[in-house]
T-cell receptor, first 111, second 113 residues
Framework: SQQGEEDPQALSIQEGENATMNCSYK?????LQWYRQNSGRGLVHLIL?????REKHSGRLRVTLDTSKKSSSLLITASRAADTASYFC???????????FGAGTILRVKS | DTEVTQTPKHLVMGMTNKKSLKCEQH?????MYWYKQKAKKPPELMFV???????INESVPSRFSPECPNSSLLNLHLHALQPEDSALYLC????????????FGNGTRLTVT
């Protein structure tokens, strides 16, 4: 299936700690995207990593991609209470417009 | 605020009603999406329009009818819905080619009574 599978399902950390979320997928991809969703709102795109990239940074976010293991991870460093949200990965197949989301990780950052 | 606007924000409808959800974007995106999201679940893909043509229908029941009148607008017509169709309906758009992310609206919270 194209859909990503994430772990952990839920993560609770203290402010200032780092949070790591993992995503695994089954098909060949063109890119893999990470999104954040605050409760009851639309999803917000965080970062896109292409299949020929291994690591990408954006502010406090670091994403890695291992196409041989069909897995990706999202690291949020120095977490803040405002990072509390659900995080979803979405592997994008090489062709077409289909984008399917994994089950997501619920992150709670305690202040 | 997002660049994808969805209206209405909330909608309550009876099972015999006909209503429509509307989505608008002016970013020149040529792919537009409808997702349905139940509480504590990921968004589920329903439909994708590419260059105003329906390109993906994820076996959605016919009581949901999408329409793309032009490149900026996407509608979802609702008829004879069931209470289990109550959910957050999200619209998204992307450039349509290459590596480009989705831009989401904030959704319409639908309650079917």
């Amino acid at each position: 299936s194209q859909q990503g599978e994430e772990d952990p399902q839920a993560l609770s950390i203290q402010e200032g700690e780092n949070a790591t979320m993992n995503c695994s997928y089954k098909t060949s991809i063109n890119n893999l995207q990470w999104y954040r969703q605050n409760s009851g709102r639309g999803l917000v795109h965080l970062i896109l990593i292409r299949s020929n990239e291994r690591e990408k940074h954006s502010g406090r976010l670091r994403v890695t991609l291992d196409t041989s293991k069909k897995s990706s991870s999202l690291l949020i460093t120095a977490s803040r209470a405002a990072d509390t949200a659900s995080y979803f990965c979405a592997p994008k197949m090489e062709y077409g417009n289909k984008l399917v989301f994994g089950a997501g990780t619920i992150l709670r950052v305690k202040s | 605020d997002t660049e994808v606007t969805q209206t209405p924000k909330h909608l309550v409808m009876g099972m015999t009603n006909k209503k429509s959800l509307k989505c608008e974007q002016h970013m020149g995106h040529r792919a537009m999406y409808w997702y349905k999201q139940k509480a504590k679940k990921p968004p589920e893909l329903m439909f994708v329009y590419s260059y105003e043509k329906l390109s993906i229908n994820e076996s959605v029941p016919s009581r949901f009818s999408p329409e793309c009148p032009n490149s900026s607008l996407l509608n979802l017509h609702l008829h004879a819905l069931q209470p289990e169709d109550s959910a957050l309906y999200l619209c998204a758009s992307r450039v349509g080619i290459g590596n480009s992310p989705l831009h989401f609206g904030n959704g319409t919270r639908l309650t079917v009574t």
